[in-house]
Nanobody
Framework: DVQLQASGGGLVQAGGSLSLSCAAS????????IGWFRQAPGKEREGVSC????????YYADSVRGRFTISNDKAKNTVYLRMNSLKPEDTAIYYC????????????????WGKGTQVTVSS
């Protein structure tokens, strides 16, 4: 079974930085898209950033572009999200998810999800 373990969340002041990691196990996909999603209280889950294992193509939500950076260490089966210039509106539970295949996509229909990690940004 595919398992995704997210870590790195915490409490940070506005303007600060955090790095999230998501380690995948039971992972035999050669081609996949993996990424980060978040859900704030009372809001729908949204895609934050995704990356393709095929060519490194990336997607960033408009709200995080320029502040967040996604990277993927395929040798370690680990995807990272570096979050800079954090804002209170970035407060949410962050989840990682993966979908096998060649097509690059970043949406809530990803078949494999990890448990989330809480990110709280204080003003």
């Amino acid at each position: 079974d595919v398992q995704l373990q997210a870590s790195g969340g915490g409490l940070v002041q506005a303007g600060g930085s955090l790095s999230l990691s998501c380690a995948a196990s039971g992972f035999t996909f050669d081609r996949y898209t993996i990424g980060w999603f978040r859900q704030a209280p009372g809001k729908e889950r949204e895609g934050v950033s995704c990356i393709s294992s095929l060519d490194g193509s990336t997607y960033y939500a408009d709200s995080v572009r320029g502040r967040f950076t996604i990277s993927n260490d395929k040798a370690k089966n680990t995807v990272y999200l570096r979050m800079n210039s954090l804002k209170p509106e970035d407060t949410a539970i962050y989840y990682c998810a993966v979908i096998p295949g060649l097509d690059f996509m970043c949406h809530n229909g990803m078949p494999y999800w990890g448990k989330g990690t809480q990110v709280t940004v204080s003003s």
